[in-house]
């Protein structure tokens, strides 16, 4: 079976929202193997984020992402990396349905509760810098 990196950001960590969304990923079958409530460095954001370096909003989402202790994961199950990112939904909350992580609690496009590796081999690599 297949590992996906997915980390609830700051603000979903200080709005109590750890419990609800590691249970939804339970349901759908995805196992918890490796957990982790730490504050990210700035060098780890900017590399985590680099392939968004050139946009306006790049200094304010690494800002964002380093305010607050993240949880970070590893799930593990079958298709592990598309099945997270369906539960997670589209990036921008305005577009997401209800029922999905960011449809029902995110607050903006950048304020989005959550971050899921978008393929496997993105998904190694995360693990291996967010856990080493
Ligand atoms: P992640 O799972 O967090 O990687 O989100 P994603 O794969 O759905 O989107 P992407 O990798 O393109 O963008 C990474 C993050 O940058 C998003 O999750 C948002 O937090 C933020 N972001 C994306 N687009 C915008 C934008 O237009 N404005 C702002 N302020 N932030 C954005
Ligand atoms: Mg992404």
């Given amino acids: 079976s297949e590992k996906a990196f997915v980390m609830i950001k700051p603000d979903g960590v200080e709005r109590g ?3 609800d969304i590691l249970s939804r990923f339970e349901k759908k079958g995805l196992r918890l193997i490796k957990a982790e409530l730490k504050r990210i460095s700035k060098e780890t954001a900017e590399e985590h984020y680099g392939h968004l370096k050139a946009k306006p909003f790049f200094g304010e989402l690494v800002d964002y992402i ?6 970070a994961m590893i799930v593990e199950g079958e298709a592990a990396v598309r099945n997270a990112r369906s539960l997670i939904g589209p990036t921008n909350p305005a577009e997401a349905a209800p029922g999905t992580i960011r449809g029902d609690y995110g607050t903006g496009v950048e304020r989005n509760v959550i971050h899921g590796s978008d393929s496997p081999e993105n998904a190694s690599q995360e693990i291996e810098r967010f856990f080493n």
């Fill in 66 to 71: 380093t305010s607050g202790p993240v949880f």
């Fill in 17 to 19: 929202l750890v419990g």
